[in-house]
């Protein structure tokens, strides 16, 4: 299941001076063409403009019983406008979402919860709540029933994306888009990492289990995570010292682990979600971080395969693209769901 990197047909780099200029000028200054137009002429990305106060003051903190499981959210936006539900990845939290929503909360309702193991949800213990990637997906489509989502776009990123893939499995009525950012679902996309989860997947035990736990350690969570193929005077401490902050607490390292082991259900279901990708052809943007150590450039690329008219765009970052890119990202977002909701 490993392979090695291979360049994609077509590598984009969307540069941040770019971005900054367009919004200081109040132009459309990207020209970004979609990999499945590449035969067409460059489509201008629109810049995102001044971020509006009332976003930035707006964003509320709440709390929404699913079951024994308490999820903690952030939302901003209009009630009434299309909703787009953020799903984090490991080792974060909804933190991650913080510089995105307000550049988006004028147009659109965001909700970023955390998952269960994760930021500020309050979930039981081992004993009473299995870890997998199944109740993740139970607690967060209970989560969407609970607010009362009829449709919505999904953002997933890396354990957002088993996890919202399978929610759209579920009900793919609801699902109006997908932005797949470094959130990964074909076997290509896996890079040459995973051999110590690998090994945890194929023969669980006590060694191969302790042998996954560097992965949680705070070295691997701030140079392999955040600082590996980003720069790194851009990246701020904020998310990494939060993150393994959550990690230290009792029990984490354990769920985790857990969850680590449970992974191998993700890659036993990348043939369902490719199923689903082709039989119901959502709207997908795919915006990924070039230099992830962990999900390659060729994963984002598979997505044009089962969705012929898929959208992919490479960002020079890495894993967290949000942390260098937020604005970058925002722009494709604004440009991409502009087109595609308003046809819906």
Same mark, same amino acid.
């Given at each position: 299941m490993t392979t090695p990197i291979q360049e994609p047909a077509i590598t984009i780099n969307v540069s941040?001076? !770019?971005?900054l200029a367009a919004v200081a000028v109040g132009a459309a200054a990207l020209l970004v063409p979609p990999l499945s137009m590449a035969a067409t002429p460059a489509k201008t990305i629109p810049a995102v403009g001044?971020?509006?106060e009332n976003a930035l003051n707006d964003v509320k903190y709440n709390t929404q019983k699913v079951g024994d499981v308490e999820v903690f959210y952030r939302e901003a936006g209009p009630v009434n406008a299309p909703v787009i539900l953020l799903l984090h990845g490991f080792p974060t939290s909804s933190h991650m979402f913080r510089n995105l929503i307000p550049l988006l909360a004028d147009k659109y309702r965001l909700i970023a919860p955390d998952l269960p193991g994760f930021g500020?949800?309050?979930?039981?213990?081992?004993a009473a709540?299995?870890?997998t990637f199944d109740n993740l997906a139970n607690v967060i489509g209970g989560f969407t029933d609970a607010l009362g989502l009829k449709h919505y776009a999904i953002y997933a990123f890396d354990y957002g994306a088993p996890t919202g893939f399978r929610l759209a499995m579920a009900h793919p009525e609801r699902v109006t888009a997908i932005i797949s950012q470094n959130g990964n679902a074909y076997v290509e996309g896996l890079s040459d990492q995973w051999g110590a989860w690998q090994d945890y997947w194929h023969n669980p035990s006590a060694q191969t289990r302790e042998a996954?736990?560097?992965?949680?350690?705070a070295d691997t969570i701030i140079n392999f995570q955040y600082l590996h193929g980003a720069d790194p005077t851009r990246v701020a401490p904020d998310g990494y010292t939060l993150d393994i902050a959550y990690m230290a607490r009792p029990d984490a390292e354990e +769920?985790?682990?857990?969850?680590?082991?449970?992974?191998?259900?993700?890659?036993?279901?990348?043939?369902?979600? !490719? +199923?689903?990708?082709?039989?119901? !052809?959502p709207?997908?943007?795919a915006v990924w971080g070039k230099n992830d150590p962990a999900f390659i450039p060729p994963g984002a690329v598979a997505y044009s395969r089962?969705?012929? +008219?898929?959208?992919?765009?490479?960002?020079?970052?890495?894993?967290f693209a949000l942390e260098t890119h937020s604005l970058e990202v925002a722009s494709l977002m604004r440009e991409f769901l502009g087109r595609k909701l308003s046809k819906a």
């Amino acid at each position: 299941m490993t392979t090695p990197i291979q360049e994609p047909a077509i590598t984009i780099n969307v540069s941040r001076r !770019q971005t900054l200029a367009a919004v200081a000028v109040g132009a459309a200054a990207l020209l970004v063409p979609p990999l499945s137009m590449a035969a067409t002429p460059a489509k201008t990305i629109p810049a995102v403009g001044a971020v509006d106060e009332n976003a930035l003051n707006d964003v509320k903190y709440n709390t929404q019983k699913v079951g024994d499981v308490e999820v903690f959210y952030r939302e901003a936006g209009p009630v009434n406008a299309p909703v787009i539900l953020l799903l984090h990845g490991f080792p974060t939290s909804s933190h991650m979402f913080r510089n995105l929503i307000p550049l988006l909360a004028d147009k659109y309702r965001l909700i970023a919860p955390d998952l269960p193991g994760f930021g500020n949800t309050q979930a039981p213990d081992r004993a009473a709540f299995a870890y997998t990637f199944d109740n993740l997906a139970n607690v967060i489509g209970g989560f969407t029933d609970a607010l009362g989502l009829k449709h919505y776009a999904i953002y997933a990123f890396d354990y957002g994306a088993p996890t919202g893939f399978r929610l759209a499995m579920a009900h793919p009525e609801r699902v109006t888009a997908i932005i797949s950012q470094n959130g990964n679902a074909y076997v290509e996309g896996l890079s040459d990492q995973w051999g110590a989860w690998q090994d945890y997947w194929h023969n669980p035990s006590a060694q191969t289990r302790e042998a996954c736990r560097a992965s949680l350690s705070a070295d691997t969570i701030i140079n392999f995570q955040y600082l590996h193929g980003a720069d790194p005077t851009r990246v701020a401490p904020d998310g990494y010292t939060l993150d393994i902050a959550y990690m230290a607490r009792p029990d984490a390292e354990e +769920k985790q682990l857990d969850l680590i082991l449970d992974y191998r259900t993700n890659v036993a279901l990348y043939p369902e979600f !490719q +199923k689903y990708f082709r039989t119901h !052809q959502p709207p997908l943007l795919a915006v990924w971080g070039k230099n992830d150590p962990a999900f390659i450039p060729p994963g984002a690329v598979a997505y044009s395969r089962d969705i012929p +008219k898929a959208e992919v765009h490479f960002l020079n970052t890495g894993h967290f693209a949000l942390e260098t890119h937020s604005l970058e990202v925002a722009s494709l977002m604004r440009e991409f769901l502009g087109r595609k909701l308003s046809k819906a």
